[in-house]
């Protein structure tokens, strides 16, 4: 049974940075992609960062330049690397492992960007 466990959310101010960590156990993000994605009060889920099996990322144009996506397969962590934040990055944040079979989530970490 695979499980994933946000860690890193909180409160920051504008411009600040926050790291998110993802930790999985039962999959292996080496063999599996990893992603991000948020989801702000009466908004639908987004995606914000994606890392591929192969080590390539993709961003939306929301973020990019501004969130940077990573994994250490060693620990099986992925993480995101969240700069220059600003107030409408305020989400709770995912991430899931899926290998195009599989869709695993985690239960979310909240981030909160004050202005």
């Known amino acids: 049974q695979a499980r994933l466990v946000e860690s890193g959310g909180g409160e920051v101010q504008a411009g600040g940075s926050l790291r998110l960590s993802c930790s999985a156990s039962?999959?292996?993000?080496?063999?599996?992609?990893g992603g991000w994605h948020r989801q702000a009060p009466g908004k639908v889920r987004e995606p914000v960062a994606a890392?591929?099996?192969?080590?390539?990322?993709s961003y939306p144009d929301s973020v990019r330049g501004r969130f940077t996506i990573s994994r250490d397969i060693a620990k099986n962590t992925v993480y995101l690397q969240m700069d220059n934040l600003k107030p409408e990055d305020t989400a709770v944040y995912y991430c899931?492992?899926?290998?195009?079979?599989?869709?695993?989530w985690g239960q979310g970490t909240q981030v909160t960007v004050s202005s």
């Open positions: 039962g999959i292996n993000f080496g063999s599996f992609a």
């Open positions: 890392i591929y099996s192969v080590g390539t990322t």
């Open positions: 899931n492992a899926y290998d195009g079979t599989y869709d695993y």
